[in-house]
């Protein structure tokens, strides 16, 4: 299976064994705050959250645990192409993470999957996550109200976009970061 390894960070497929550390995450009601689901409040939850990380097709996704000196401490990929997300537990918020596990999976997804965009869907409150993606090179693409209830309330969204730079030549801030190991 595929290990990708940055300055500080292993990135690699999920197993079954990281259930507990995934729970832990997910049923942070911080780190779910701008989740596509409520905080889960039973591990049965993260068991099927879990399995359907692990049934992904390579030719509709990839999917990664993010490893910080051997602990899970989040996921980045694009369950489903082209759309990428990211989540992490908040003791590892405001360390540049996510940036640094989001480059190499997006050089992937255009060295690798030739995706021509990669799209992001971000409630507009999250304002860290807005500003890393347009610090990578998203774009802004549109904005919609309503898009998602979870629980009892609505959340909109801010649609992001980026243009694979085989396209247009362009180059993102940091791209090729990490080295890949089989």
């Keep these: 299976m595929l290990e990708i390894r940055t300055d500080r960070l292993v ?3 999920a197993r ?3 259930l507990r550390a995934f729970h832990a995450i997910l049923s942070d009601r911080d780190a779910t705050a701008f989740w596509s689901t409520p905080a889960h409040t039973d591990i049965t939850e993260t068991q099927a959250w879990l399995d359907a990380m692990l049934a992904i097709e390579p030719a509709q996704g990839e999917d990664f645990v993010i490893e910080l000196d051997g602990r899970v401490i989040g996921k ?3 369950y489903a192409f082209p759309e990428i997300g990211f989540i992490l537990h ?3 918020w405001g360390r ?3 940036g640094e596990a989001l480059r190499p999976v997006l050089d992937r ?3 690798v999957h030739d995706l021509p965009t990669v799209e992001a869907d971000v409630d507009p409150r999250n ?3 807005l ?3 347009r610090r990578m090179g998203f774009e802004e693409t549109g904005r919609e109200s309503r898009t998602l209830k979870i629980g009892d309330e609505w959340c909109d969204s801010v649609y992001l976009s980026l243009k694979n730079p085989k396209a247009d030549g362009a180059r993102r801030e940091g791209a090729s970061a990490g080295s890949i190991a089989p």
Aim: aromatic share 8%.
């Design 127 to 129: 304002t860290a996550s």
């Design 76 to 78: 980045v990929g694009m």
């Design 16 to 18: 079954p064994g990281d």
């Design 90 to 92: 908040p003791d590892a």
């Design 96 to 98: 540049g993470f996510a």
């Design 109 to 111: 997804a255009f060295a």
């Design 11 to 13: 990135l690699r497929p």
């Design 131 to 133: 500003r890393l993606l």
